[in-house]
């Protein structure tokens, strides 16, 4: 074929995801709102509502009311720890029915008005099981969380549930579904996404309802970055589909360099978490994003009244690791995990992704494995050098991901869990560490010098060329490695015990 015969996207993909190249504006509302288009890539398809349907307006009184400061800045129920009992003496309706019945006149479910009265149950589920945790730490941060509430009245609980298994999606605040990406809304409708300024929160715990907050800054920081995320859906799909059509290798070199341009904007805008929230501040709030698998605040889980026979459940908690930008890439590229216990959780994040993330991160992986993308990118030393590069926007998110993780968590709490219920130290270094050694092996298979070689019709000499333009970052990445190594084994020791790790603050 030649470069204009592929068609792009192939007939494979356009049947798996016949809503690629839709309209998101004008997408119904039975489509789940994580449908994902070459537009808003895995961002929601169109801005979540801000307001509930009648049925639900005490849930939205109640977390309207919930946040430690509201909107217009007085103390909200949360400042004196009254939400539980407010929650328990105002919200006794059991609202199943009504989740059920919401549905469009052709009588498909509205997932879209359901999605978003499933984020403020979370809101109101996670504010309840750890309002006690939040007393506890406010009033004596090196005390620990002591335990949360056990129980999750059915009211809560029951629609919540059912409001999941329509979504499809855990019963849990989540990254997506609930407390980032389905969780801003527009100051001004006609401005859009493009301007920062211009985000705003529809839920907060603390002081998240002013934009100006540090809660505020670490949810829409995210909102940022996965706006650009369009781009990086449109160019992984060109990479599958032309080697899949065998069609013309420059083809497949542009959708590599699309994936690095909007991997620019996407850690440009990754960087700005460091103005937008204060890592002095990120410990408060954070009280309130912990999940109930392997967290101390919930060691016999959590009885959901009215699920699965009362018995108790687990689940992750809110994790900036459930994003799907570098999974994304991590299958595009093979990048291959070590077989650790921490890979396994990796592994059990994909469960808390929408189900439109989850199948769209699969096709890729599988169709990355049945064309062989990494086999192929070797083969060439110009295709291997942009190969490289997108990998190395992996390590680079992951490394200032890990840098994030040191100064907002580790110097600041001994706690010995993210919020996901992943180790704090080690968990991230897992997988920074599993492409920095994918880097180093196609370096040094497919580009470094080797002994002996001679020039053959002046191909050596394109080598040469294009290694030069990776040797300097190469470099970074083995002084980087070793680096990584170094500052686990310390924080590692330093937390053995609490008292070292406290001396960092």
């Not at 497949?252 to 909007?262: E, H, K, M, P, Q």
């Not at 002095?280 to 967290?295: A, C, L, M, P």
Request: proline share 7%.
């Amino acid at each position: 074929m030649t470069r204009t015969q592929v068609p792009y996207p192939s007939p494979t993909t356009l049947k798996r995801f016949p809503n690629i190249h839709d309209e998101p504006s004008k997408m119904p509302h039975s489509l789940d709102p994580f449908t994902i288009t070459t537009t808003t890539g895995f961002m929601p398809y169109q801005t979540a509502y801000t307001e509930l349907p009648e049925a639900f307006k005490t849930l939205q009184s109640l977390v309207e009311r919930m946040p430690v400061k509201k909107l217009d800045g007085t103390p909200g129920l949360l400042a004196t720890y009254e939400f539980g009992p407010t929650v328990e003496k105002e919200l006794t309706t059991d609202l199943t029915d009504e989740i059920e019945n919401l549905r469009l006149p052709d009588g498909s479910y509205d997932k879209f008005t359901m999605a978003a009265i499933f984020r403020d149950y979370t809101f109101v589920a996670s504010s309840y099981l750890l309002e006690p945790c939040w007393e506890n730490w406010k009033k004596n941060p090196d005390g620990g969380y002591g335990l949360g509430r056990q129980v999750l009245p059915k009211a809560i609980a029951r629609p919540m549930y059912r409001a999941a298994q329509i979504l499809d999606v855990p019963p849990f605040m989540s990254y997506a579904a609930s407390y980032a990406l389905f969780n801003y809304t527009l100051a001004d409708h006609n401005k859009g996404l493009e301007d920062y300024n211009n985000l705003r929160l529809v839920r907060g715990f603390e002081n998240g309802l002013d934009p100006k907050s540090s809660e505020a800054g670490f949810i829409l920081t995210h909102v940022d970055m996965v706006k650009e995320t369009g781009g990086l859906v449109a160019a992984a799909l060109k990479v599958i589909d032309t080697i899949e059509q065998h069609g013309d290798r420059n083809d497949i070199n542009d959708g590599f360099r699309d994936i690095l341009r909007t991997m620019e904007k996407i850690e440009a805008n990754m960087e700005t978490m460091w103005g937008n929230s204060k890592p002095e501040d990120y410990i408060s709030f954070r009280v309130f994003i912990f999940g109930i698998t392997n967290q101390s605040m919930f060691p016999n889980g959590v009885v959901y009244e009215g699920c699965e026979d009362n018995k108790p459940l687990n689940f992750r908690g809110e994790s900036g690791a459930n994003d799907s930008i570098i999974p994304l890439l991590d299958h595009l590229c093979q990048i291959p995990m070590p077989e650790t216990p921490l890979t396994k959780i990796l592994h059990e994040f994909r469960a808390y992704r929408p189900r439109p993330h989850r199948e769209f991160l699969t096709y890729i992986r599988e169709k990355a494995e049945d064309v062989g993308v990494q086999k192929y990118c070797v083969e060439d030393s110009e295709t291997a050098v942009l190969f490289l590069r997108t990998l190395n926007h992996v390590r680079s998110f992951r490394w200032r991901h890990w840098l994030f993780a040191r100064e907002y968590i580790l110097r600041r709490t001994a706690h010995p869990t993210a919020t996901g219920g992943s180790p704090i130290v080690t968990w991230l270094p897992n997988q920074l560490s599993a492409v920095m050694d994918l880097m180093i092996t196609v370096y040094d298979t497919f580009l470094a010098p080797k002994e002996g070689v001679t020039i053959v019709n002046g191909k050596e000499d394109l080598i040469a060329s294009h290694r030069k333009q990776v040797e300097p970052m190469m470099e970074l990445v083995r002084d980087q490695r070793v680096k990584l190594a170094k500052e686990v084994e310390k924080w590692c020791k330093e937390r053995v015990d609490p008292r070292n790790a406290q001396a960092n603050v």
